[in-house]
C-alpha cells in the first residue's frame, strides 16, 4: 500500500505501482512513503516509540513530539524508516523515497571544465533564487552555502554574540 500523506497544503507525492512491482508484488514489503526534499511531513504513530532508525540519516531524518513524528526530507534518494514500540516491537515500516520538488526547481548548465558543463540550481516562484543542491557546480554552491549560513547567523543573532564575545579567561 502506497501512503498518500498532505504536506503544507500541497498533495503528498504518490508513487506509481510500477514502483511496488519492481519490489517484487511482495505482500510484507514496507510501505512507500515520498516526501520532497527540504520538506517535512506529519506522521501519527499508534503508540509511543521506543525507538526510531533511519536506514541513511542523510537522506531523510525525522523529530518527535508526542504521538507525532515529522518526517524531513534532506537529501535525494531512497532509504527506510523503521519505528520500534517501547517493548522494542515494529510497529511502522516504510521504504522512504526523498525527491525534488521539480516543478519549482530550474537548472542552469554552462559549459564550464574539463569534467562537463556546470550546473546551478534556482527555485523559481516566480522569481528565481540560488538553492543548493547535490551535484550543484562547487564554486556556486560553496558561496551560496557560505552565503545562506552568514544569513543564518545575522537572523539569529549568532553572528553578533560571536563577535562580541569575550576571550575567555585564562
Not at 514496507?30 to 517535512?40: C, F, G, H, I, Y
Not at 522494542?88 to 523515497?97: A, F, S
Not at 527555485?123 to 528565481?128: D, H, K, Q, V
Request: aromatic share 4%.
Amino acid at each position: 500500500m502506497i501512503k498518500s500523506l498532505k504536506c503544507c497544503g500541497l498533495a503528498g507525492v504518490v508513487l506509481s505501482s510500477a514502483f511496488l512491482l519492481s519490489m517484487g508484488g511482495n505482500a510484507n514489503a514496507a510501505e512507500v512513503l515520498a516526501v520532497e526534499s527540504d520538506r517535512s511531513i506529519m506522521i501519527t504513530m499508534p503508540a509511543s516509540p521506543g525507538a526510531i532508525v533511519i536506514g541513511n540519516p542523510s537522506i531523510a531524518d525525522v523529530s518527535v513530539n508526542g504521538d507525532k513524528m515529522f518526517l524531513h526530507g534532506r537529501g535525494f534518494g531512497q532509504t527506510n524508516l523503521i519505528v520500534m514500540d517501547l517493548n522494542g516491537n515494529k510497529i511502522m515500516d516504510y521504504e522512504l523515497v526523498v525527491r525534488n520538488a521539480a516543478e519549482s526547481v530550474v537548472a542552469v548548465y554552462s559549459p564550464g571544465s574539463l569534467v562537463g558543463p556546470l550546473r546551478r540550481s534556482y527555485t523559481c516562484l516566480p522569481n528565481c533564487e540560488a538553492q543548493l543542491q547535490v551535484g550543484d557546480d562547487s564554486i556556486f554552491f560553496g558561496v551560496t552555502h557560505k552565503q545562506n549560513e552568514d544569513k543564518l547567523k545575522l537572523g539569529t543573532g549568532n553572528a553578533t554574540a560571536e563577535a562580541a564575545a569575550p576571550a575567555a579567561p585564562q
